[in-house]
């Protein structure tokens, strides 16, 4: 059978292999800083080089307006066969604080089990069980069982500034059936699947009043206070129960199918005791809007993270200030738009605006939500491959943050989507970042069971 | 005339009267600082001193927990003669910042009909002018045409902790017919007398919510957010005609007479006028409850003076905040109990807790309104006494603004309350503070008019 072989494969060369992926981890590939932008365009050309190796095709690092895309492909699998789109990132977060790494965080190394080096779990180990698993796969039985086309950005650290211009641009090139996101991990006895995330918008608005502080014993009573004003339309998001109350904010929320209804209540009760742990409390806010996996992942939310105004010293200042403010963000569901809500949001803060309170909104960044597939056949080859490497299924879970990232490819490549992560370990943004290397071996296992699952179901 | 002559008396003494009152600005009595604590005890024994020099008897400077408190008396006038208590404090301010002086500040300058020294204005003069006035009248006439007893306080401008229980303590001593208070000034051409003054307390308001900031991605929907309470309690302070909701908040709220209203609204385009060159706007807020007047000085108000929470630097950070809070003052009028409204308001505020936000109320300071009088004997005596050295009487006006020691005189002895203010000039509380010798002069006649205007009446 291939998939034996591709694994005996993998087993009989762990320490070359990792040696190897030691050289990928040496490369500085920095996204965030300037002074590394060569040592990220020599990381991109570590990998079109290995890509090379292993028998991909029509290999290049492309540039972008920002850090250059490495793309690679294997299609000779056959028009029958589906072409998944791998998608991996290989730059890494900075390293400050340098005096909290053990080691260097460039120099990996071996210890009980774990791989110390900056970019083990975030995310070179996402590009690399991808070469591992391929490689196998082509010298243990000289073909791959599905059409492969790999994409590893070089900028996810830095927000991923050029990537929509460059999916925008090649979409042709990136056309698949399939995205497999390879960013992320797993517990180390429990793998992981995460299928949503939620968009995000921000905005700040200032609301301005008299032209400056002024003495409130004095004119209080008839100048509006701006800070009356800002908590006027913050408290007029919610109402009661927790329901948002911006006009029209609720009309494209899908709701959960009965798989997803399922998913969800499996998941509650571990949610319940990370929120009790998290919070110093057992009991929550909104509960007549659904549970708390729902309100958190499958709900969309509106929270002001920061308000300001006037005197915030010791004692008392007898002022209204001339301006108040307040920052909010938005978590979104499918099928909200992001800009959509923005506007929204805009129009509903202004509206209390007055003849004696002007309200300005500062949009900010907007980015979509993003279902992934959670069931279906290509859920299946997955949860298949993790049954044969871990004996069990993956916890498929919904998560309340956001991916920017991945809601802009689907909405570009209008493709589905689904995650599979090796970067089970520790401290990824963090020193002595780490890697589990038993579990990422587990993982390039899984990589093979489920491309070779991908075939199958093909054939 | 007894007048004619004391006027004359003052009027043949100018430069040796300026003498002796740069003696008393030469002392530095700054009350708020300790190091000043001996020269406050030097200026208190050089008004006692003057007081024993110009034929009062029982003078003394009496010691409180602060500073000491000058009082002195002259009671020959007669059963049927009014007593007036006669209010200034002889303390000053700080200096600082010293090298803004021109000159220096306890070297008293006369320089173009201003005479420049730290409490030329604020308010030695309101003790000096009245000295001068009774030793005119006692040169004179060798009597008084009222009973006075002068209670200068040597602790204003700290806030006068001492004095409620120094006046609890001496009731009997200060127990008289009119309390005047000279503190404050007019325009050069134009005589002001204030006859209202809020009362004001203060309230710092804290809403706890989860044990730390947590990330409002992973947690909003669930964890009610510490801003939102917040502002809900802010934005429930009024309706949307400015009307305070704290429950019982206008119970005991005293509507103005109409000779109050008469004078209210011979001040309302002044004071639209004032509100449009300190606010930069001519629409003003809460029309719907009275005039711009009655809103500033006759109704009470609530403003928040500062809010903070979560997040206050740039861009963006998607927390849900552990707390957040605000600072609030109200403006009360008669007959509005301070103690009590603070009570409702933190009762009120309090409304808004629940089980998954804590809402802690610290109070304030609570001081009383003060109604003084506006009209009757006292007041055209007083008028009287400004068209005989103005020409014109005093504008009678209302103060948005709290002047709690006052109301605390008023409700402690019980007794009529008017001001007579000398210190006509700029920058008190400020470097160059200034005394316009003229109409300090025409005070001093002011004040010698008046109290003989007092004593014909009871004749």
Redesign the interface.
């Known amino acids: 059978m291939s998939v034996d072989a591709a694994l005996a494969w993998v087993d009989d060369r762990h320490d070359q292999l990792l040696a190897r992926f030691s050289e990928l981890l040496r490369i500085p590939s920095v996204s965030t800083d300037p002074a590394f932008a060569a040592d990220v365009q020599r990381c991109a050309d570590w990998l079109v080089g290995d890509l090379q190796r292993i028998g991909f095709a029509n290999c290049q690092a492309i540039a972008t307006a920002g850090h250059p895309v490495v793309y690679g492909e294997w299609l000779k699998a056959g028009p029958n066969a589906p072409t998944i789109l791998v998608y991996a990132h290989y730059d890494v977060q900075p390293v400050e604080p340098l005096e909290l790494w053990e080691t260097p965080p460039f120099e990996p190394r071996l210890h009980e089990g774990r791989l110390y080096a900056r970019g083990s779990i975030d995310d070179k180990c996402g590009a690399f069980a991808n070469l591992i698993a391929f490689e196998a796969l082509l010298e243990t039985s000289g073909t791959l069982p599905v059409n492969i086309k790999v994409v590893f950005e070089g900028e996810e650290e830095t927000g991923s500034p050029a990537m929509e211009p460059f999916v925008r641009k090649h979409k042709d090139l990136l056309a698949a059936d399939l995205m497999l996101i390879c960013d992320g991990g797993s517990e180390p006895d429990q793998p992981l699947m995460f299928y949503t995330a ?1 968009g ?1 918008i ?1 905005a700040e608005v200032k609301v301005t ?4 502080d ?12 701006p ?2 004003v ?9 109402d009661q129960t ?1 329901r948002i109350q911006i006009p029209g904010f609720y009309a494209d929320v899908q709701t959960p199918s009965a798989t997803e209804q399922g998913l969800m209540a499996a998941q509650e009760q571990e949610f319940f005791e990370m ?1 009790k742990s ?4 057992d ?4 509960n007549e ?1 659904g549970s ?1 996996v729902a ?2 992942t499958a ?1 969309p ?13 010791a004692g ?6 001339a301006e ?1 403010g ?2 909010v ?1 938005m ?1 979104l569901v499918a099928d909200q738009d992001p800009h959509a809500i923005l506007e929204a949001f805009s129009q509903f803060a202004q509206s209390f605006a ?3 309170a002007e309200v300005i909104v500062t949009k ?2 907007a980015s979509y939500p993003v279902n992934l597939l959670y069931d279906g056949p290509v859920i299946e080859a997955l949860q298949a491959a993790f049954e044969a490497t871990w004996g069990k299924p993956a916890t498929l879970y919904r ?4 991916v920017p990232i991945m809601g802009m490819f689907q909405r570009e490549l209008g493709m589905n989507l689904a995650t599979l992560g090796f970067g089970t370990g520790e401290n990824g943004h963090a020193p002595n970042e780490y890697l589990l290397v038993d579990e990422f071996f587990r993982g390039v296992a899984t990589a093979i069971h489920f491309y070779t699952n991908m075939g199958q179901q093909a054939a």
């Open positions: 939620r995000i921000g009043g008299p032209s400056h002024l003495h409130s014993g004095l004119v209080g009573g008839a100048v509006q206070n800070i009356h800002v908590s006027t339309i913050i408290a007029a998001l919610h927790g929120l998290q919070t110093g409390r009991t929550f806010w909104a809007l708390l309100r958190t709900l939310t509106c929270d002001v993270n920061g308000v300001w105004g006037g005197y915030q010293g008392t200042k007898t002022i209204i200030p108040a307040f920052k963000t978590r007055s003849e004696t900010g960044p998560q309340g943050g956001s």
